[in-house]
RNA sequence: GUCCCGUUGGUCAAGUGGUCAAGACAUCGCCCUCUCACGGCGGGGUCGGGGGUUCAAUUCCCCCACGGGGUACCA
């Protein structure tokens, strides 16, 4: 037998056989209908939405059926591996809430289906790749660079497609001898697969394909015919043939990846079934897009994009909440509103499906995560907010950490300014805006960044602070406080309500608005912020009057 | 070049052989109001183009355009 002996010869060491395999990773033990899905990062050092959007679909699937959802790391691409990567894939999708069930963590494997880094994995390939040359369905081929390079010329030239298969792939058919001479010869090879797929149909005679994705509904692709690697020079597998192994072993039910898949599909397709294996479900999701400089849309770019790395999200201080509550209204649109529906409902609780996924890519939208934002922060109690900010100003804002010491109480008034009641502000959307949005309630970020309205000239505005720190009750009510605002505005010839202005203004230098413009910018140092009662009651009456003395 | 996927307002999108073509963000106007937010009300704005099929097409079919992706011993 040529290929039986040929197998021996190319895998030697290789004693099992893949039913063993199959024995020592049996069928997961999970109740009807649970999904077993993964992620499958390579570990390049960069992780980026894109991969946050497609874990959290994976997350979210296997969770909602209590299936498994573990993490692989595909270290098949030595030249692409940068030491540490694997700590911060964990640790960024961990701080969005991404958990894993089984497989890499930052303290070994977790799980009876590993080794759970491909590189660990390379006799399981290999024994899928000996039983296919043993079959006669893959092959080892000795064709190097410079032979391959010349077929593709002599492709283009004649307008064929390019690529290893038919009549090009010339050592299709070695016998065992030749294949023992190139190998005595020192000839580095690879294997490939021996495709089923008939190259040279043209027209209606092309088989196709049909599989069912579970968010595009039924893919129809012509079959695939090229003898596409499966294990390199190397010994190391392709990604190709990585997934299908071990994919098939790990027993995942659920492939999501993304749309540039799309296009190998009948590659592996081919490999499930010259393997005689179930297929998982595919689920290609859409590439998130982003609009460029000339209006077009194209796909997210680390190089150019900062709002594509999960750092800028971490840097700006963005709640992780936030960025799921956002993810999940790209991801599935009947989310917005059911949370509006349910606004006080966690997010777990929605029900996610696949069905409801756009096959499009979607433009990334700032504005719309900000939105979003608001709202989640809304809900967060005082508490909670405090420490997040900590935490995040630790990391991120060291500078302000002198304004944590001992300042809980007060940090969490500040905190809690005009959220109570029915409508309550929203004026918190990540860390770094929100230690800029409450800067003027520190002396040490307090400064006056505003003018007094045009109307009013630096005398008038002494005489309004003087008669404000004249009447200032730090123990007046809200509308005592600003009776005594309108009235003392009155007599100094601003109209109590802009309305009166509005019809004589002739009467007036301006009006009450003037006037409690020019305390705010005392006060706040701006001519915009939430009530100046509340403020002042929040800094107590010495810095509130402290404040105002020194613009007199 | 070739193969694959896609295309509903500025953005995210629902949706169907006959709809006034939802909703959200953004934007504009008004109301509330001491500013800003919040909230409320309202406005503008969309089925990429061309052919079919049909009494009727945004919806079904074909062609084109545009966008994206693949075409590696990358994933």
């Known amino acids: 037998m040529n290929n039986k002996n040929s197998a021996e010869l190319l895998f030697p060491h290789i004693t099992k056989k893949i039913s063993d395999y199959d024995t020592i990773y049996p069928k997961r033990i999970l109740q009807e209908g649970a999904k077993v899905t993964r992620l499958g990062p390579s570990p390049t050092g960069f992780i980026h939405l894109g991969n946050l959007y497609g874990a959290f679909v994976d997350e979210r699937l296997a969770a909602q059926s209590d299936g498994v959802f573990f993490l692989r790391i595909e270290d098949t691409d030595d030249k692409r591996q940068v030491e540490g990567s694997v700590e911060v894939i964990i640790n960024s999708l961990n701080f969005f809430g991404i958990k894993f069930d089984e497989g890499v963590t930052i303290d070994g494997s977790v799980g009876d289906y590993g080794p759970y880094y491909q590189s660990e994995r390379g006799s399981i390939y290999q024994c899928f790749a000996k039983e296919l040359v043993e079959r006669g369905l893959a092959y080892p081929c000795f064709l190097n660079e410079e032979e391959i390079s010349s077929i593709r010329e002599e492709q283009e030239k004649t307008k064929q497609n390019p690529g290893i298969y038919g009549e090009w792939a010339k050592n299709r058919e070695l016998t065992y001898d030749e294949i023992l001479a190139n190998i005595d010869a020192g000839k580095p090879y690879v294997i490939r697969l021996k495709s089923q797929g008939n190259p040279n149909a043209v027209g209606d005679e092309v088989k196709t394909i049909s599989v069912e994705d579970g968010i595009r509904g039924i893919l129809v692709m012509p079959e695939n015919v090229q003898d596409i690697v499966i294990l390199k020079a190397t010994g190391i597998p392709t990604y190709h043939f990585a997934h299908v192994v071990d994919d098939h072993l790990m027993r995942t039910t659920h492939v999501v990846r993304g749309a540039e898949w799309l296009s190998s599909l009948p590659v592996h397709v081919e490999l499930f079934n010259v393997l005689d294996l179930k297929m998982p479900v595919f689920c290609h999701t859409a590439q998130l897009m982003k609009l460029d400089e000339e209006g077009n849309k194209r796909k997210l770019s680390k190089r150019l994009d900062p709002e594509l790395s999960l750092e800028f999200y971490k840097n700006q201080g963005y709640h992780p909440r936030s960025v799921r509550e956002y993810l999940l209204t790209i991801l599935n649109s009947n989310f917005e509103e059911w949370r509006i529906a349910n606004p006080d409902l966690p997010m777990e609780d929605f029900h996610f499906t696949l069905e409801k996924m756009s096959n499009s890519g979607a433009l990334f939208d700032l504005n719309k995560l900000n939105d979003i934002s608001k709202d989640v922060l809304a809900k967060i109690p005082a508490k909670e907010l405090y420490v997040w900010l900590k935490d995040w100003a630790t990391e991120f804002h060291p500078e302000a950490n002198i ?12 905190l809690d300014l005009g959220r109570s009641g ?92 003037d006037v409690s413009t020019v305390i705010r910018i005392a006060v706040m140092g701006r001519s915009q912020s939430p009530d100046v009662w509340e403020i002042q009651q929040i800094l107590g009456e010495e810095k509130t009057k402290n404040r105002i003395l020194k613009q007199l």
């Open 422 to 513: 029915n409508n309550p502000r929203k004026d918190l959307i990540y860390a770094s805006q929100i230690f800029e949005f409450i800067s003027y309630f520190f002396d040490d970020t307090f400064k006056i960044e505003d003018k007094n309205p045009e109307n009013i000239s630096d005398e008038d505005a002494k005489l309004i602070l003087n008669a404000y720190i004249a009447s200032y009750d730090h123990s007046d009510d809200q509308s005592a406080w600003f009776n005594k605002i309108r009235t003392f505005g009155l007599t100094l010839g601003y109209a109590a309500k802009p309305k009166e202005y509005k019809k004589n203004p002739e009467l007036y230098k301006g009006h009450v608005g």
């Open 403 to 414: 304004l944590f010491e001992n300042n809980e109480d007060y940090f969490e008034k500040i």
